[in-house]
């Protein structure tokens, strides 16, 4: 028991330092921009925006490195004017669509946007026929 | 108590109905179990393969090797460019099949990422160092540019520089002579 309780306190202490690195984090990781109009667009991208680690959490709120140079890239990205959609569209370009949370219509997902339509519309079609049958009875 | 008894009819297709649920129960298990015995990829794939590498230029990231640019992926003949870090431990597993890529003849350009020049050299020391080139990727920009989701990743770039094969995670001894024959294939 005791053994099982050293082995796990040392992997507690071991996990950590083998997985990180020591670079501190990328410049506008943490650090706002100090124009807030242009954080306030950084901050919208980010959080549409997937951890390619961490891959259920958006790149704002992931504490992984990874996704602190995420946020440094879309930071400085929009510090020197590009717009958010052309940032999306530059990572979409290299990771395809799945870096992004923001769902776009397209060959693949258009049926999640036409069924509630096509359901919608079945409900009234059924809902007319039983209310006029009704009323012929 | 259990009312009047339905006509033969009704009994059939309740009975039939009676193990409905059991057979979406049933369906779900091994929905379930499929997705625990075999889970789904995590790998996120590079949407670069097939398009020219970008412009990009690396200062050296360590003393013992020149820095890395777009200009050095082109050339006479394919190359291997391999994401790494000091701090990755598959990359440690990694080091010996590099080597023995370097030694059937395969240029190796290496991105270092997040990385300090003390702990690469480190790295170097104790790995070995099959790289010809290794530039320093402090903020993952050049990874970011590449379409690379993580540590280790390996490209295999043609001589015209533009991206071939992209191999996620470290490089097995048993899928050394696939990337032997991705570099074959790329020189098309």
Redesign the interface.
């Known amino acids: 028991m005791n053994r099982l309780l050293y082995a796990l306190a040392a992997l507690s202490i071991a996990l950590p330092t083998a997985a990180q690195d020591k670079l501190p984090p990328a410049p506008y990781a943490y650090r706002q921009l100090d124009d807030a109009a242009q954080e306030a667009r950084a901050k919208a991208l980010m959080e549409t925006l997937r951890c390619l680690q961490c891959q259920g959490q958006s790149i704002a709120d992931s504490d992984a490195p990874i996704a602190g140079d995420m946020r440094h890239q879309v930071r400085v990205r929009i510090a020197a004017g590009e717009q958010p959609e052309a940032i999306r569209a530059w990572l979409v370009e290299r990771y395809g669509n799945y870096v992004s949370y923001a769902p776009r219509i397209d060959r693949l997902t258009w049926p999640l946007f036409a069924a509630p339509l096509i359901l919608a519309a079945l409900a009234a079609a059924l809902l007319r026929r039983r209310f006029t049958t009704g009323a012929g009875v | 108590m259990n009312g009047p008894p339905s006509p033969r009819s009704r009994t059939a297709a309740a009975r039939w109905e009676l193990w409905l649920p059991l057979a979406l129960f049933a369906g779900f298990v091994a929905l379930v179990a499929a997705g625990l015995l075999r889970p789904a990829s ?1 790998d ?5 393969i097939g398009k020219p590498l970008p412009e990009f230029t690396l200062r050296p990231a360590v003393a013992a090797r020149p820095g890395l640019t777009r200009a050095d992926l082109t050339g006479a003949r394919p190359r291997l460019l391999n994401i790494f ?3 990755c ?1 598959p990359c440690i597993a990694e080091a010996p099949q590099l080597e023995a890529l370097r030694r059937a003849g395969v240029e190796i350009d290496g991105i270092a ?4 020049t003390a ?1 690469l050299e480190a790295f170097l020391a104790r790995n070995g160092n099959p790289y010809a080139r290794i530039g320093a990727d ?4 050049i ?5 690379s ?2 540590v280790p990743e390996s490209f295999v770039i043609d001589a015209r520089g533009v991206v071939r094969y992209q191999h996620i995670g470290d490089i097995t001894p048993k899928q050394v002579p696939l990337i032997l024959a991705k570099l074959k294939e790329a020189e098309q």
Not at chain 2, 44 to 48: D, E, G, R, Y
Not at chain 2, 113 to 116: L, N
Not at chain 2, 138 to 141: I, L
Not at chain 2, 143 to 147: D, E, K, R, T, V
């Open positions: 995590r996120v794939k590079s949407a670069m870090a000091s701090w431990v990422i997040r990385d300090t702990d402090e903020v993952s920009a990874q970011f540019a590449l379409g989701s993580g």
